[in-house]
């Protein structure tokens, strides 16, 4: 009846100084505020598998809470058995992905349009935008939540993707290591009190520039919410040549945009493997070992990896030393924010699990839905049961 606060962002302080103004990154639109009724739709929208062909698949299960909305498979299953062409990105944060342009490859210019690619690629999910207003007419459920977040039950793909952005731009990353330490120095360059040794050196080294002995991390990985930079897309040198993916040059037609990918937030990294576009790293310890020895000098690589060595262009070699990439991945871990893995107004509304149960049938074998309800509840089991069911 009452909507988890969507709206209420709590925000600290070092992500409204003038270093980072979310007014000025936030890629909300005027005509998509965010509201308490418009997310809790999204929410259901998002988590519920009649978005899908088959009822199989949702939006959440590419990408699952538990891993800051993200997968842990190289691709993720699709509705028919199959896989997504790419590695499921974080949405994390996405609320500030500068410009607002989505997908590894920017096809999508707003949040607004990237939702409902998936729900109509013939491999991910399956559906036209007619079936898809068809089969969230047919469910009983969603004529109060259309009616709450818009004023009436009418179900259109506009409001569909309007509230399933809302829910997203909802899913704000603020809470971690790093926060707590953050809060209590004047810039994020100083110590922070509550890191280890280790954690501050691979600050430092993400901080520092190329030039000072450091990684240069922080020139696309900005921020206090760690994503992309203005310029939002780079190459990072991961081949000599693009074959397969050739990146936002397949939405632009561009040749200078041949290799090149969106820069993900790094916020909850450590939850978020396997890693790059198309999962190649599985450990953090990978990544670092990749920047540290590992780029190519690819046609289009990013002017910042790109050192000069008599006259000759070569690809920059940080070579870090193991003491070195141990406390970048120390300090990366920082990034981990675990209250968002277990957030209830993020949670699928779907899995509920009953009060009590008598013994004869376990809660598994029981599905409740929707959850929250508004007038009703359905109750499913295959076998005969006693229960007793109990408000919050």
Known sequence: PVPYDYVNLNLPAHFTNPSFNINFWDNTPGNNPLTGNGATLGRVLFYDKVLSQNDSISCGSCHKQEFSFSDTSVRSLAFRGGLTRRNTMTITNARWHFGGAMFWDHRASSME?????????????????TQLVQ????????AALFTNAFGDSVVTTSRIAMALSQFIRSIVSH??????????????????????????QGKTIFFTTNLNGGGDCSICHTA???????SAVT?????????TDLGLYEATGMQSDIGRFKVSSLRNIELTAPYMHDGRFASLEEVVEFYSTGIQLHMNLAPGLIDTIGGTPVARQ??????????LVN???????????????????????????????SSQEISLFPNPANNFVYVYSEKVFRDKLYDV
């Open 224 to 230: 206090e919410a760690f994503v992309n930079t203005p």
């Open 318 to 327: 940080f070579n870090f030393s193991q003491s070195q990439k141990n406390d």
């Open 135 to 142: 089969k969230v007419e047919q469910q009983p459920y969603y």
């Open 175 to 200: 809470t971690s290591k790093y926060d707590i330490g953050r809060a209590q120095v004047n810039v994020r360059e100083d110590p922070f009190p509550n890191f280890s040794n280790s954690e501050n």
């Open 235 to 243: 190459c990072n040198g991961l081949d000599l040549v693009s074959t």
């Open 331 to 361: 300090f990366l871990k920082t990034l981990t924010d675990h209250t968002m893995t277990t957030e209830i107004k993020w949670s699928d509304p779907f899995s509920i699990s009953p009060t009590e149960v008598y013994p004869e049938i």
């Open 113 to 129: 349009d990237a939702v409902l690619m998936p729900i109509q690629d013939s491999v991910e999910m399956g559906l036209s935008v």
